[in-house]
Each structure stands twice: as C-alpha cells, then as structure tokens.
C-alpha cells in the first residue's frame, strides 16, 4: 500500500478507494469532474513541460495522482513505459481526458 497525502492506493489491486459519484442536473465542479474520469485515460501535463498518459487510478485534494500503464512523452516523443506512476500534485500544470485509443 503507498499512502500519497489523504490517497491511498492499494497495489495488489490497482484500485483506489473512491466513493461513486450521482450525477444530477447541478453545475459540475472541478472536483465532480476529476472524480468521474477515474479509470479513464487522461493526459497529465507536468510544469516542466513533460507530460504522461495513462489511466487516472486516483488523486487527492492536493493533486497527488497515481496513473496505472503510463507513458512518459518529452517534447512529444514516447521516453519512457511505467506500471505505476505518482505524480506530486504541486508539479502538475492540468489533467485532461484522452480519448481511448483505436484498436
């Protein structure tokens, strides 16, 4: 188990411990946002201009991610695979969905 902040991540199962959100017809809310695109592949863009891709596993108040089958991209250039990355929320610039890839 890593702990991240208030994160917790659990390894041997690649889950975070999230509660489900119900939408209604209210505005949605960064954070309403954040918590319906875990599990879902999204772009993470770094201050340093890197970004990762990969599928959003969980965060936490302080932006701290944990990203499953993540790719590292350099100036738009693959670098690097990882299993598992956790990516300290005072480096993050933004996060975005990325549409699934066709196979």
Excluded: H, W
């Amino acid at each position: 188990m890593f702990l991240i902040g208030a994160l917790e991540f659990r390894k041997n199962r690649g889950r975070c411990k999230q509660k489900s959100l119900k939408m209604s017809l209210r505005k949605q809310t960064p954070s309403d946002f954040l918590k319906q695109i875990i599990g879902r592949p999204v772009v993470v863009k770094l201050n340093s201009g890197v970004d990762y891709r990969g599928v959003l596993a969980c965060l936490d108040g302080y932006m701290n991610i944990a990203v499953e089958q993540t790719e590292e991209y350099v100036n738009g250039q693959l670098k690097n695979k990882y299993g598992d990355a956790f990516l300290r929320g005072n480096n993050v610039l933004y996060i975005s969905t990325q549409k699934r890839k066709m196979q």
